[in-house]
């Protein structure tokens, strides 16, 4: 249903440090840049190697805010591996732990997730929701 989602960041450089940093263990990549210092209009697009972006955040320096209460993007993990690793990787580069690796039954007897908040404030997930 989605082509790709867009988030507005406040610091380019340190978006796309987490964002590379986080969901590389996901196997998603940078699959485009436009990155020209001094312009406003910077930004960075995220997918599967080789593949169009799902994800793109954008530099939003004014009037930057996350979407309330209740919003968040869930990334497809591989493996819980995968998930452990994004959890980790995410707060080594300025995220914040919202809930880490672990199963959640309550959203389903194999979903395996790990939730954080990135350095913009947008909470973000990585899911395993398979039979380990």
Do not use: C
């Not at 987490?18 to 995220?46: I, T």
């Not at 919003?71 to 580069?93: G, I, Q, S, Y």
Request: no cysteine.
């Amino acid at each position: 249903m989605l082509h790709h989602a867009s988030l507005g960041v406040s610091d380019i450089a340190r978006a796309a440090a987490f964002y590379d940093a986080a969901l590389s263990p996901l196997g998603y990549v940078r699959v485009w840049e436009d990155l020209r210092p001094g312009e406003a209009d910077q930004a960075v697009g995220y997918g599967p190697e080789g593949g169009g972006d799902k994800l793109a955040i954008k530099f939003r320096p004014e009037g930057q805010r996350p979407p309330g209460p209740g919003f968040h993007l869930a990334f497809t993990a591989p493996d819980r591996r995968a998930v452990a690793n994004f959890h980790e990787a995410a707060l080594n580069h300025g995220g914040r732990d919202n809930g880490g690796p672990g199963s959640r039954p309550h959203y389903g007897p194999n979903y395996y997730a790990a939730f954080v908040i990135d350095p913009d404030g947008h909470h973000i997930e990585a899911v395993f929701n398979s039979a380990p």
